[in-house]
């Protein structure tokens, strides 16, 4: 226990910079997620029947692909099309991109519980289908949503850890390096494993104050 | 001011409008009444375009019901629902300043300004901060009201707007309604309130499986019907306590 807490003496501040990596990478990659996860089901319910396959399509074939070569892709083979990226918006889009379509399911799950006679004044107000959207859908849905998009913001604070693998600096990267020149592996994944627990608690529990304010009778 | 001609309408297999003609006069307020089925809210939905009729014309001053000129008739024609359908996640003054300024593209101040009037008209002033589930059936009706009115509609569509209250609730809604009748207000309203029809409408018309059965001035038609059907539908309605 004692060899514990020196160890945790040692090793937090540079954990905790990790950590700060790591909440920045969720929250930028959350944001994209959800805008493109907007996109998938506006698109998914457009009347232009192209528009909805590409938003099917892209829903199947990055739901069909692991994470971890998503971001291999971004990272290590773009750069040979151009594109070359620095890892950090490497990892936000890879993984934007990754939890969209879950985003997408969400929404559409939200959307769909948006009560109908809503619409309807909203129709008779005279809203065209944009400001329908945008002052009565989305809103509504993002609220039935809310509990679905909490989860998979927890789960997408877990998986940036993959993120490590195309050298984020974020915290289970930190945490392997200083394993590795240290050999203190059981002090070190114990103190990741209690950072990753201790950051997303605060994250449920916002969630659950967001749920409360956000219900309506 | 609204003309309907010959208009179908078909859910399915059921064919819900059967041909209704019916004409409602500038300054006119027309009840709607007829069992439940008969195809009356049904026609209220026709005139907005919440639901594409299938053949026959509407027209709203000259204006056809159809993808051109809806936007123009919406912005004429309000319309107030059974089941209120105030936005949950808005405040009652932001319910009532929501076309005004979302739509319409008026100045928040000034549709704020305008929306407390309205709200002061139907009594809800003192509530303009609260969230609609914070009120009773009959205030959010009220308020259903003032949205409606926001819009400075020509005609007000209410498509049966005390079904789903508390009795004790009924009388507060139907007393602005009255008052709206009285400042000369165009209204179509779908209701069993039989005994409002008789005080306020100029006209009733009796909607029986899918057309307009009997119309007439509403003492006529509610003190003496000429359709066996029309007598038979007010018997149940006024014995029904």
């Known amino acids: 226990m004692n060899d514990f807490l020196t160890d945790a003496h040692a090793f937090l501040p540079v954990l905790l910079q990790g950590l700060a990596v790591t909440l920045e990478l969720t929250v930028c990659a959350l944001s994209l997620s959800l805008a493109l996860g907007v996109v998938w089901v506006v698109m998914g319910r457009a009347k232009f029947a192209p528009w909805r396959w590409i938003s099917q399509g892209v829903i199947t074939v990055v739901r069909g692909i692991p994470i971890i070569v998503q971001l291999f892709f971004i990272y290590f083979v773009l750069p040979d099309w151009g594109l070359d990226l620095p890892p950090f918006a490497a990892g936000v889009i890879g993984l934007g991109l990754a939890y969209s379509v879950y985003q997408a399911e969400n929404l559409r799950g939200g959307i769909g519980a948006v009560d109908k006679g809503l619409v309807e004044a909203g129709e008779a107000l005279g809203m065209n289908r944009f400001t329908l959207w945008r002052r009565v859908v989305l809103p509504l849905g993002l609220r039935h949503a809310l509990p679905s998009i909490g989860n998979t913001m927890v789960m997408l604070l877990k998986d940036t850890s993959i993120a490590s693998t195309i050298t984020i600096a974020e915290l289970t990267r930190e945490g392997q390096l200083l394993a590795i020149s240290t050999f203190h592996n059981g002090s070190v994944y114990a103190l990741i494993a209690l950072l990753y627990l201790a950051a997303s608690l605060p994250l449920s529990a916002l969630v659950r104050v967001l749920e409360r304010k956000g219900r309506m009778a | ?241």
Do not use: W
């Open chain 2, 1 to 241: 001011m609204i003309t309907l001609t010959g208009v179908t309408k078909r859910f399915g297999a059921r064919q819900v409008l059967n041909g209704v003609d019916l004409t409602v006069a500038r300054g006119e307020v027309l009840c709607l009444i007829g069992g439940s089925g008969s195809g009356k809210s049904t026609i209220l939905r026709c005139i907005n375009g919440l639901e594409r009729h299938d053949q026959g014309t509407i027209h709203v001053d000259g204006t056809r019901v159809d993808d051109a000129g809806l936007p123009a008739i919406r912005r004429r024609v309000a319309m107030v629902f059974q089941r209120f359908n105030l936005f949950p996640h808005r405040t009652v003054l932001e319910n009532v300043i929501e076309a005004p300024v979302y739509v319409h593209g008026e100045p928040v101040a000034q549709a704020r300004a305008r929306a407390m009037d309205l709200l002061a008209r139907v009594d809800m002033a003192d509530h303009a901060d609260s969230l609609p589930s914070a009120l009773s059936g009959g205030q959010q009706q009220r308020v259903g009201i003032a949205r409606a009115l926001a819009l400075r509609p020509e005609a007000i569509l209410f498509d049966e707007p005390t079904s789903a209250l508390d009795p004790e609730r009924v009388g507060e809604v139907l007393r602005v309604m009255r008052e709206l009748a009285q400042e000369g207000m165009t209204m179509l309203i779908v209701t069993h309130e039989i005994d409002f029809a008789r005080g306020v409408a100029d006209k009733v018309a009796f909607v029986d499986q899918g057309v307009i059965a009997e119309q007439g001035a509403a003492a006529e038609v509610l003190s003496h019907p000429r359709e066996a059907r029309t007598a038979q539908f007010l018997a149940r309605v006024l014995h029904r306590d």
